[in-house]
């Protein structure tokens, strides 16, 4: 079963930049962005080292942690410098009348 929780509205994102937004009950916030026309949802956090990705840049399709400079590419998950290490990526589902909110599947 799945959480589904609702993050943001369209206009609210993007292209090429991290936006968190927070989440109630989630530590975390969760980072939506557009990079290559598709929309991504993510955890705000660096599953390396609990470093705040919304402080990276988004180089391409990847984000680059500010705490080491290891990147992500967020199409994915892949770690380029750690094989097996992958950034989660949340399933989106746009909802309302106008397909505008953003709600992704935390589970």
Known sequence: ????????RLADVAAGELRPF?????????IVTIVD????AVPGVCPHEDVE?????LVGSRIVCPGHG?????????CAASP?????RYPITR???LGDEIWVDLL
Do not use: K, N, S
């Open 53 to 57: 990705l919304c402080d990276g840049e």
């Open 70 to 78: 290891w990147g992500f590419d967020v199409h994915t998950g892949a």
């Open 1 to 8: 079963m799945a959480l589904r929780v609702f993050v943001c």
């Open 37 to 40: 026309g598709q929309l991504v």
């Open 95 to 97: 909802r309302g009348e």
């Open 84 to 88: 097996g290490l992958e950034l989660r």
């Open 22 to 30: 927070r989440v109630i009950g989630v530590t975390w916030p969760v």
